[in-house]
């Protein structure tokens, strides 16, 4: 590991070339390690449990199974344009579900990364800026693990997939970029800040219930539809509905649009963690 530490953090770079290419050092020069640390990451989360990584499909079916009681059978809720089947209503709910998922464990995960790992602040030299990317790298995992239970369920209920849905990284990078950029800012504060933890749970929830993960904004008065069209994930779910279930092509020039806020959002992310990156020590 030493070996690996001394070769990822080469010397003589100019801070200006690390604040172009930092944000994307853990696909490039440290990705041996981010993936090392990913796996390690994922594998922690399920060790002892008789299931293992099996719960990764599993939890999704579960958490399908419940959302669809409440909401399609007690509730009696439908979705604009489809069918009153409730193979459609449950496949257009999980479609939501699986998005604000990802976002939502990293959101949560993301004040206590740098506390959580105060040993490689203190004792070695190590890029602590890949501990975001650990965390929105699992989240993804799970992501996937998601879309898998949605893909077996979707066709077991309704049809086959529709050849739109290869589209779907496409549609989610630029919620994962967005998710880098507010980890780096999120466990930075957190350092500072150790009620930012406790905040980001009732952040997430919010953001379930103020996006079209649940609710169709279509239905919804005027004056609220605006709240919903602003949370970052409703573009998102939207587009993965549009090219998972409904079998349409995204918007590009919206999600072109979207990947350059997430971008700047990314970049901003890493200036502020590196810049109060120095006072990590000191306050741990």
């Not at 922690?44 to 399609?72: D, E, H, K, Q």
């Not at 967005?178 to 800040?193: K, T």
């Not at 350059?260 to 990590?280: I, P, S």
Request: include cysteine; charged fraction near 15%.
């Amino acid at each position: 590991m030493s070996e690996q530490i001394v070769r990822i953090t080469p010397a003589g770079r100019s801070a200006r070339d690390r604040l172009l290419t930092g944000p994307f050092s853990a696909l490039g020069v440290h990705r041996s390690l981010t993936r090392e640390m990913t796996q390690r990451d994922i594998r922690g989360r399920y060790r002892g449990a008789s299931f293992g990584l099996l719960w990764s499909l599993i939890s999704p079916f579960m958490m399908l199974c419940v959302y669809t009681l409440a909401f399609g059978y007690i509730l009696k809720s439908r979705w604009p344009g489809a069918s009153g089947n409730m193979g459609e209503f449950a496949m257009i709910l999980f479609a939501g579900l699986i998005v604000h998922g990802f976002f939502a464990e990293v959101l949560t995960r993301s004040p206590n990364l740098i506390v959580g790992n105060s040993n490689l602040v203190k004792r070695i030299i190590f890029p602590l800026h890949l501990l975001p990317w650990t965390a929105v790298l699992s989240a993804l995992f799970h992501l996937a693990a998601n879309t898998v239970v949605y893909l077996v369920i979707s066709t077991l209920l309704l049809r086959d997939p529709h050849w739109t849905v290869v589209l779907l990284p496409v549609v989610v990078l630029p919620l994962v970029m967005l998710a880098v950029g507010v980890s780096w800012i999120l466990s930075a504060l957190g350092v500072y800040l150790r009620d930012v933890g406790q905040v980001m749970g009732v952040v997430s929830t919010a953001m379930l219930f103020l996006s079209s993960a649940i609710i169709p904004v279509s239905t919804l008065p005027a004056q609220f539809q605006f709240v919903f069209k602003m949370n970052p994930l409703t573009f998102i779910i939207d587009q993965v509905r549009e090219v998972a279930f409904w079998g349409r092509l995204p918007d590009w020039s919206g999600l072109g649009l979207y990947a350059l806020m997430a971008l700047a959002v990314m970049y901003l992310g890493f200036a502020f963690f590196e810049k109060t990156r120095r006072g990590f020590a000191d306050v741990l």
